[in-house]
């Protein structure tokens, strides 16, 4: 039997862009089926990404990225679906790069793959200050995975049954990207990282502005470093939470 | 100004370190998640300094005109609380706002069962 997939889409106020990736998705890949998380966004999200034949999942607040990403997960878990890939809302995420982040999930290569940014030429520019940062948080959760890291900011992956199980029931909050790394190999998934194109972003703003970075970084770095010292918690089996 | 006396600098880098890792050990735990641990962590880092730079307390003293120096780690421990409390406020207010908002969407999902189940019944 298939394995079914499901694409989770984390929107805010991404109207103008939603609509494009949905059908853009469903072009590429018309087994994987579309869910939109709606965090609270003000603009008209959920009904574009309905029209575009979404599932919408339509928060009554703003949760932050990583509530948002959470409420995906935890309807692929009730769902059972097999996998679960990221993308976002904004049109960075190439729908036809999907199946290079989806495929070593499928064949059972790896638990969890990450769509990276820099290990191939020509995809993507981004500041100075944003690759320091960048550079800096991979140099710290390789040490900590002691695996090759080289983006931990990308939000373009995907994860099997166990992941979904895993960030189903723990998913870190307000900068998710970099801690779900160590989270997973802490639970003793297989990572994998594969090169992807990425486009600069279409509409909408980054989760991440700059006033926010130094309360990003130190977040974030206290975060990893006392996950280091956590215990890993008990996955939910089939049919409970 | 004479430093910090001693005894009163040992007690409170004491006291500080238990503040800074109960504050650790409640994140480590999942008891305090980091967001509001930030705030009472820069508290303990803070107070740890002044209590262990036993010159800095009896400078800002000599400088602030206090006769007695440790006087400036209550006020300092104070202002923190303070800072600290403020910040729970505004928490507060915003888990308010958002029970309200809970409340008013179980309303109207329920509302929107119970069409649905009156729908189903005058189809049988």
């Given at each position: 039997m298939a394995k079914r997939c499901l694409a989770i889409i984390p929107a805010f106020n991404e109207a103008g862009a939603v609509g494009d990736v949905i059908r853009a998705i469903q072009r590429e890949r018309p087994d994987v089926d579309v869910a939109v998380?709606?965090?609270?966004?003000?603009?008209?999200t959920a009904k574009v990404a309905r029209e575009a034949g979404a599932i919408v999942l339509q928060l009554p607040f703003n949760l932050g990225i990583g509530g948002a990403v959470q409420t995906g997960y935890k309807y692929a878990w009730d769902n059972g679906y097999d996998i679960a890939i990221q993308v976002d809302?904004?049109?960075?995420?190439?729908?036809?790069?999907?199946s290079k982040v989806i495929d070593p999930v499928a064949s059972g290569e790896a638990d969890m793959v990450i769509g990276t940014r820099?290990?191939?030429?020509?995809g993507f520019k981004s500041s100075a200050v944003r690759r320091i940062g960048i550079a800096m948080f991979a140099w710290l959760v390789s040490t900590i995975i002691r695996e090759k890291v080289t983006?931990?900011?990308?939000?373009f992956r995907a994860v099997n049954r166990k992941g979904i199980a895993l960030f189903e029931s723990d998913y870190p909050q307000d900068y998710p990207e970099v801690e779900t790394q160590a989270l997973a190999h802490k639970h003793g998934l297989r990572l994998m990282e594969v090169p992807v194109q990425m486009e600069e972003r279409q509409a909408g703003e980054s989760s991440i502005k700059l006033w926010g970075s130094f309360y990003y970084v130190v977040k974030v770095t206290l975060a990893l470093v006392i996950g280091l010292f956590r215990k890993p918690i008990p996955l939910p089996e089939e049919g409970g939470h | 100004m004479a430093p910090t006396p001693l005894a009163v600098s040992i007690a409170a880098t004491i006291a500080s370190l238990v503040l800074l890792f109960g504050v650790l050990e409640l994140v480590r735990r999942r008891r305090l998640r980091e967001k509001y641990a930030l705030l009472w962590i820069l508290t303990a880092v803070v107070l740890l300094i002044l209590s262990v730079w036993r010159g800095a307390v009896s400078g800002i003293a000599t400088a602030l005109g206090v006769?007695?120096?440790p006087t400036v780690l209550f006020a300092v421990g104070a202002l923190f609380i303070l800072v600290v409390l403020l910040h729970y406020s505004t928490v507060i207010s915003a888990l308010t706002d958002r029970t309200v908002v809970l409340a008013q969407k179980v309303a109207s999902l329920e509302q929107r069962i119970d069409e649905l189940e009156r729908g189903q019944d005058s189809e049988s």
């Open positions: 998380i709606d965090d609270g966004s003000r603009d008209a809302a904004d049109g960075q995420h190439p729908p036809s790069e999907m820099f290990r191939e030429e020509g983006d931990t900011t990308s939000g | 006769s007695y120096g």
